[in-house]
């Protein structure tokens, strides 16, 4: 997920992070050969010799024009996926938020080992990266945990309008750690997700007494929020890893030093506050199976269109977690968002789409 992840931003591979494979030693040799051999290459028509051939370049510009629209339905699936992974972990009260995180944990190792068994990268990765691993794993998944705790703790649109915020911390660490550039318009961006935060928070030295509530629901609502962005900060910073890492590990590596320090961690944390059991109801149960499956289903289609389509279209069309976290909010638990939610979510979605902008420009020069 999200992380259902942002953790889950801390789950989704950066543009420049590899994918698949690299291509074998000998791949670039092959139409060499294949002229040598009198034999048409990849690149020549089998009919006529020629290279290129007409047809077959006609015929392979109209494979790739078939649906340009593409990359941005997976991204569209995958936050409709994340979203409704966050209605489940909203649903599941009976369930502590890091029991959850230790059963997504599970589910996850059962599909990343056989893929780490299948590209043959072993468990534990170079030498000068497993500290950063280490840090990935241990932060990524601290990370998961406090997205569902502030899930249970406070409104599914709150909590999914304040994770948003994440790629704004990214620019600020990136910039400390990795001297990135952090110019005038990234200060703006983050001035509006600021501004987006507090209009959701509400501090009552600022909005007064009535804005909160009543004080054992503005508590709950304050320890959610603060949680959220808890989140989004240890997301930030997970991805800064990640960027630091670059393609020296293998995605699947870095999953896997997050499950297995996430399930580590959880364990531990539920034996110590004492909250470790299964869970009674069927129902919640099932919908324990459901967070690990449309978590994993949004990360396969998430990471399809990264690779299909330029990163800065994927973070636009990503904010579309937010549309869909209102109108669950209102279905599902029939609670109208208040019009300082509104306002938050437009600051911090307007953020986040001028910085995935701003970067599409920049990168289209």
Known sequence: MRSVDSAGAAEVPEPGLPLTDDAPQGASEEPAAAEAAGTPGPCRCWVCGNSPCGS????????????????????????????????????????HAVEISAFRCVFQMLVV??????????????????????????????????????????????????????????????????????????ALFTAFTITGVILIVRPPFLFGASAAGTDESYSVHLKGTFAAVAHAVFAAVTMVI??????????????????????????????????WSLPYC??????????????????????????????????????MDVVFAFIFQIIFFNDMPTWWTVGGALCVVASSTGAAIRKWCQSSK
């Open 282 to 319: 069927g129902l919640d149960r099932l919908f324990l199976i459901l967070i690990g499956l449309f978590g994993l289903g949004g990360q396969v289609f998430l990471t399809k269109a990264l690779q299909i389509e330029k990163a800065s279209p994927v973070a636009i069309m990503r904010t």
């Open 242 to 275: 990640i960027r630091k890492m670059g393609k020296s590990v293998d995605y699947f590596l870095s999953i896997w030093y997050y499950v297995v320090l996430g399930l580590l961690e959880s364990v531990i944390v539920l034996f110590i506050i004492g909250e």
């Open 56 to 95: 077959g370049a006609s015929q392979e510009a109209k494979k790739k024009a078939r649906c340009p629209g593409l990359g941005l339905f997976y991204t569209l699936l995958s936050a409709f996926l994340f979203s409704v992974g966050s209605l489940f972990v909203k649903k599941v009260q009976d369930v």
């Open 113 to 186: 080992i056989p893929c780490l068994i299948y590209r043959k990268t072993g468990f534990i990765g170079p030498k000068g990266q497993r500290i950063f691993l280490l840090l990935r794993g241990v932060l990524g998944s601290t990370a998961m945990i406090l997205l569902y705790y502030a899930f249970q703790a406070t409104s599914l649109a709150d909590a999914t309008v304040i994770t948003f915020s994440s790629p704004v911390f990214t620019s600020i660490f990136a910039w400390i750690f990795l001297k990135e550039k952090y110019s005038p318009w990234d």
